[in-house]
Structures are given as C-alpha cells and as structure tokens.
C-alpha cells in the first residue's frame, strides 16, 4: 500500500494503494502510512524521508465513505480520525529529520494536509493536478491541521477565501498562492530536487515551530504571528468581520462548516499549533456530524460520482456510441447542445431553416469558446477544432447517417410532429431521435415517429454550456436500447443524467413550478413581496420564487399554464393562473420584457414593482419567516413524494440530483427527498399535515409517507424504490 525504499539515504514513501483507483486516507492507509513513517524515523542510516505517490495522482483526501459511516452515530470515531492524522502529520514536522512531500498529480483535503505537515512541497507540474482544500464544498473542514496550518503559512488574506471557498487550483497557481515551494516538469525532477532539498536542509524547523533551548525539542511557538498580521491586529479584525458578513450573507446559517471554519482559525491562530489541532478538532466533529455534511456527501459526490458512472443504465445493452449528431433548430438551446457535444469531440449537422439561421447558432459556439479563451481557458487551436465540428446546414440530406437526432424547435407539437417525420427516415439503422422539449408529454411527441422505441425526451437546461444536468425521458414505448445510447451520449458529453418517467413537466419543471406557484399564493394571501423572496433566500433556494418567475418569464408561464387549462390539467381558479394573467395584462411579461414583479433599471439592478402593493394588498400581519421558509421548501418536497410515489421519478438519488442541479434546491437538505430524512420523517409529516390543515391538501402527506413514519423507516430507497 506504501512502498517503501531507500534511495542515497533517503526514505521514499510512495503511496500505491490497491483497494481503491486512487489514493484515499482510510482505515487501511491511515495506520500504513503512520507505520512507514516510523520505520523511516527509527533509522539511524534514514537522514531523510520524501513522500510521494506510485500513481498519477497524489492523495485524493479522505475516505468520505468512512465519514458517511460515522456522520450520525459516532462522534467519538471521527474525533479519533482527526487525532489520528494530527498526530501523524504532526509527527512528520517534529520528527527531526527532513521531509519533502513530491507531489506528483492531484492534493486535496487530507492529502494535502499531508502536505503542509512536510517542511518542503514541490509539485509536478500536470495539466490534469488540482490542489487545494475543497472540504467546505463538502459541508466539512480540513480536520488534519489545514484550518491551522494555510493561515500560518500563507497569512489570513489568502488562506481564508481558500478555506472558505474550497477552491482546487492547479500546479502553477498553487505556486504563485505560496500553497508549494516549487514546481518541476518530470517525475525525475521532482525526485531530484526533493533529494537536493533534503541534502541542504538537514534539520528543518517549520514557521510555527521553535526549539526548546532547554531540551532541543520542536514545540510549536507561543506568540503566533502569520505573514500579514496577527489575527487581533487591524487586518486581522478586518478579514474576519468581511468574512463573517461573506459567510452568513451566502449561508444564511444554512451550512454549520464555513463559520466553524472561521472560529478555528480564529481561535486557532491565538494559541500554539498543538492547542490549535485541538481546537480544529473539536469542530471537526461537529460540523463531521452535521446533517448537511451527510446531505453534501451523500448526495453531491457520492450519489453524482454514481450518477455520472452510468447507474440507471441498462446494463444488458451493449455500450454504443454517437459518432454523428444531428440537431434541429439552432436557437438558443440547439446552438447550446452543438456547443457541449463538438466540445466532447461529435461531428454535429446544426441545421435551421436557412444556412444563416443555422450558421448564427455556430456563431454563438465560437462566441463561448473565445469568453473562455479570455478567462485563460483553452487555445485560439482547440476553438477552432471544435468550432469546425459544427456543420450549419439547411438540407435534411446532411442528417444522412446521425446516430442521434435532437430536435429543438419551437414548442409546437405540430411543428415537432413535422420535423420528426422529415428528420428520421435519415437516422443511421439503429440511430434515435430525441426531443428538447420542456413541456410537452414524450410520449405525444413519439406518435409522429415510425419507431417510437427508438425516440426520447432528453431535456437540455439553459444555459446549456453551464448547466450539468440533463433530464432523460422514456416514453410509453421507449426501449432500453434508446435508453442506452441516450445515457452514453450524456457521459460523452460530460454532463450528468437523472432519468425519469414521462408525465406533464417531467419531473424537474413539475416541482419547480410548485415553488414559483407558492410564492404566488402568498402574494396574493397579502404576504409582503419583501419577505417572500427573503423566506426563499433564506430557505437556501437560490433566488426567490418572485424573481425566479421573472426569469422564466411570466408570459411563459401563463401561456404554459392555459395550455394545461385547455387540455384539462387546471382550473381557472389556479392562483399561479390567475396571479401571471394579471401581470401579463398589465404588460409585466418577466425579465426579458426589463418589467415582471420586479423593474429592471438599466444598471443590471431590480427593484420589487411598485404596483405589486396595490395588485395584492399586504395583510397588517404577517407570517414569520420561518412558516414562509417551510412553506416554500415543503410544497417541492410533496410534490416530489408523489413523484416518486407516481413513478414518474425512479430513484431517490435521481430527485435529489434532479432538485438541486436543476432549480437549485438547497443542498444542505442533500435534495428534495432526502429532505425528508433531514427534518425527520416523523417531523416531516407532522409539519406537513400541520401546513395542509392551515393552507390547503397540496401540503398533506401521502398515505405511504404515514405508513413510512409509522414504521420509523428515513429512508425512500428502501421502501418505495422499484
Ligand atoms: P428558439 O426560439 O431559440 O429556437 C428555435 C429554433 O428552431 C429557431 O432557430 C428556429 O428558426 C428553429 N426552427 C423552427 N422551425 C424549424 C424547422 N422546421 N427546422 C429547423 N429549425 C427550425 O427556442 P429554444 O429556446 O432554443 O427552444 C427550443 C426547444 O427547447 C423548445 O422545445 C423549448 O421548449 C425547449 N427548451 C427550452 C429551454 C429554454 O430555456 N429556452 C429549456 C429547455 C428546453
């Protein structure tokens, strides 16, 4: 798991762990490690140790599997995890010896915590490395000494935004922040001036430490001072009041990590580095066994590295390949597609009603990739290899062979109807056709096709350069074959899939419009505008349901809304109906019109309309903040039971996923069903039957959920997943 030589007396420690791809700290490698070490401390021929990786990446961080296991019932052992690497990185710079950590590919977290706790770090330098302590992304802290050792060695300014912020930078940046002391080009290099390090250096002393004049023993120094400042000077007072404000104005107390980040460091930076680990211990563990720790985890790295592997695929079905795409309409969501998938490498038809309609959605493709080039991402080169995998074209006889056709033409079935009957024919012999859109029924749309097995929703979001997610619908006759080569499509294109079952909206536009439907009933039950979009904002939605119904624009809704009023889907009496009709009479059609709930200045600002007080009267009481909060979270969250409960969403990973990538459900929860087990089921269905006997039955828990409670069961995989 290390291996472990010796090379002109030096110690190399080369990680090469077996159990898993990469190199991760865990109950295996931890005591590996620390054995190492000792055998290299212990002898006497050893002057020095360097610690490096056998693989192409260094130490990816810690085992969150491991922190998973323990996040609600054992605090104890992940203080023990936390001890454990403190004492041994601590280990590491009091050992007397000299130690270089060459890292030779991707630090993060506990690895590069390992890092710090060397005296000297030289990094390779790899287009594919990342460095850095992502940890607070993941609702945790660095708890093997990184909230006190960046600070010290970096000073405040530079390390808070790196905590806080989680961010990964490459090699070279890395340099440039101070986080390593050199950067090499070969793996030889790295090993040679690790050792040249090691000759010069023979008794090193770390920043924060000193030698006892006493007993020679390297102890950490009392009176802490880091590059810049000490953490009770004027700069230091400064950093942490506009940290604190940053923190609780993106967190709204939401995330119990990046303000226990703050408080170690803190506090940490007026002690010695001994009692400091203690301190960001003690945290540790808090925020370790923190609910949203558990959401983050669970749902946003382990259930997307699942999602992202390919898990709801069939498994019987053979990997295939779009080695040709065809895509109809290049508006603003087909240029986007052609943009994702040429950038993944496809040869793409782009085709339009004329060539230049086609041509200015290649336009757009070129447009992107020069912004990036202007943000020091990719080549003049790259671009223009990219750019030439777009074909513009407005011939039906370019789409001869496409492995996969996606429409995105206007939202009309008869228009949709049209193009797939002219488009198909052309397909390759196994080739399928996909449709983009967002609110018609799939398996409609299929009945244009002569072979409706091999046709699907895949539901683009917009911006779809920025945008990961993408929503995989299968028809009434969808087969698993279509199925297949739409989820290997999305991998190719790097974007990350939930698939679900077809029905009015889908999944993703279904719940989202609850929330944008909520904050309309509120409006008009004389709830302030104000406190509305704060009650969102605070619930940790992303913008408030006012603003967001903006951005979609009114008009849209309202339009979506009396197409389901015709097709029986809604009354008149709907209040989301009723409440966007009034707006949109009033010429208030959304963002894109500069006039919607809100009025939008040209200065990139928006104020609330003023009108909205004489439209919707506020009431001399208003609700609390809290009750709104619940309001808005919980209508989502019931309308994503039934979801699951109708079939229409087939995992609970696939509506956790599906909530926060789509619309931005707060990921604290870990997404809109684990939010059930984030409350507590039995709290969940108390507050919900609560909700629904004051404000209407769309709050009222479904039978299954009470069955759920009354069993004590947290958890949907096991009880409804099919
Ligand atoms: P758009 O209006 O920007 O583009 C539609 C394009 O289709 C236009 O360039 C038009 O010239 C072209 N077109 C019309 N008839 C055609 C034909 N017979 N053959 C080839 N091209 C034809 O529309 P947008 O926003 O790109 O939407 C396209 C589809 O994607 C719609 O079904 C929409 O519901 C769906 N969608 C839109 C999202 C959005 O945020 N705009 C998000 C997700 C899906």
């Known amino acids: 798991m290390i291996d472990y030589s010796n090379v002109h007396s030096v110690a190399l420690l080369g990680w090469n762990m077996t159990s898993t791809p990469m190199n991760v700290l865990n109950d295996d490698s931890i005591p590996a490690f620390e054995a190492a070490l000792q055998r290299a401390y212990s002898d006497p021929t050893v002057k020095g140790i360097v610690i490096t990786s056998a693989k192409n990446e260094f130490i990816a961080g810690a085992d969150l599997k491991m922190i998973l296991r323990n996040n609600d019932k054992n605090p104890a052992e992940m203080l023990k995890v936390s001890a454990e690497l403190n004492r041994i990185f601590r280990g590491i710079e009091t050992c007397g010896k000299p130690v270089v950590a060459a890292i030779n590919g991707t630090a993060l977290g506990g690895g590069y915590e390992a890092c710090l706790g060397c005296h000297h770090r030289i990094a390779l330098d790899s287009p594919k490395a990342v460095i850095g302590l992502p940890e607070v992304t993941l609702g945790l802290l660095p708890g093997g000494g990184g909230t006190q050792r960046l600070p010290r060695l970096l000073g405040l300014e530079t390390a808070l935004p790196l905590l806080l912020e989680g961010r990964r930078v490459s090699p070279k940046e890395a340099l440039a922040l101070g986080m390593i002391d050199e950067l090499v080009t070969s793996r030889e290099e790295l090993l040679e001036k690790a050792l040249a390090w090691i000759e010069a250096n023979p008794s090193p002393l770390q920043p924060w430490d000193e030698r006892d004049p006493k007993t020679g023993q390297i102890v950490g120094k009392e009176n802490v001072r880091p590059p810049g400042g000490a953490v009770q000077s004027p700069t230091g007072a400064r950093v942490f009041g506009a940290g604190t404000a940053m923190v609780m104005e993106k967190t709204r ?23 400091g680990l203690v301190i960001e211990g003690r945290y540790f563990v808090q925020v370790a ?11 946003m790295f382990l259930g997307l590295n699942e999602a992202n592997k390919g898990v709801s695929r069939p498994k019987h079905i053979p990997p295939t390949d779009v080695k040709k795409l065809g895509i109809l309409g290049a508006g603003m969501m087909g240029a986007g597609i052609a943009y994702v998938a040429a950038g993944a490498g496809i040869p ?19 447009a992107v990739l020069e912004k990036a080039i202007e ?11 990219t750019v030439r995998l777009i074909t513009p074209s407005a011939e039906l006889a370019d789409l001869q062979d496409c492995d996969l056709i996606i429409e995105a033409v206007f939202e009309n079935r008869a228009l949709k109807a049209q193009v797939t009957r002219e488009a198909e024919p052309k397909l390759a012999e196994n080739g399928i056709f996909a449709s983009n859109t967002s609110t018609l029924p799939i398996s409609g749309l299929a009945m244009a096709s002569a072979r409706p097995d091999h046709f699907i929703g895949l539901h683009f979001f917009s ?6 997610l993408v929503e995989v619908i299968r028809g009434r006759q969808t087969s698993d074959y279509a199925l297949a080569v739409a989820l290997d499509f999305v991998k190719k294109i790097r974007k990350t899939p939930i698939v679900v079952n077809d029905s009015r909206g889908f999944f993703t536009s279904r719940v989202f419009t609850t929330y944008t439907a909520e904050g309309m009933e509120l409006l008009t039950e004389g709830v302030n505008p104000v406190l509305i979009e704060n009650a969102g904002k605070n619930a940790g939605m992303p913008v408030g349901p006012l603003a967001v119904s903006d951005e979609v624009s009114l008009e849209l809704i309202y339009k979506i809304a009396d197409q389901s009023l015709q097709d029986g889907a809604l009354t008149e009496g709907d209040t989301a109906y009723q409440v966007a009709k009034k707006l949109v009479e009033r010429g208030r059609l959304g963002k894109k019109a500069k006039a919607g709930f809100y009025d939008y200045p040209a200065n990139e600002s928006k104020y609330l309309w003023p009108g909205l007080h004489d439209l919707f009267p506020p009431t001399d009481r208003q609700p609390s903040l809290e009750e709104l909060k619940n309001r808005l979270l919980y209508r989502q969250v019931m309308e994503t039971v039934r979801c699951f409960e109708e079939g229409v969403i087939r995992s609970q990973l ?4 599906g909530s926060i990538l789509a619309w931005g459900f707060p990921t604290y929860t870990g997404g809109a069903l684990s939010f059930v087990d984030y409350v507590g089921i039995t709290n969940f269905v108390r507050e919900a039957d609560r909700l629904a006997d004051a404000y209407g039955e769309r709050f009222r828990p479904t039978q299954r ?6 069993r004590g069961e947290n958890h949907f995989k096991h009880s409804l997943h099919s």
Do not use: F, H
């Open 253 to 275: 107390g939401n995330y119990p990590a990046p303000i226990a980040i703050l408080s170690c460091v803190y506090e940490g930076l007026q002690v010695n580095i001994d009692r």
């Open 289 to 299: 066994t923190s609910k949203a720790a558990k959401g983050l985890i669970q749902t």
């Open 348 to 366: 793409v038809v782009l085709k339009d009603v004329s060539v230049e309609a086609a041509g200015k959605g290649k336009d757009y493709a070129r």
């Open 375 to 385: 943000r020091g991402k990719g080549t003049p080169e790259k671009a223009e290899a």
């Open 463 to 468: 911006p779809v350069d920025k945008m990961q």
């Open 654 to 657: 696939d509506a956790d996923l």
């Open 705 to 710: 959920l009470r069955a759920m409670a009354e």
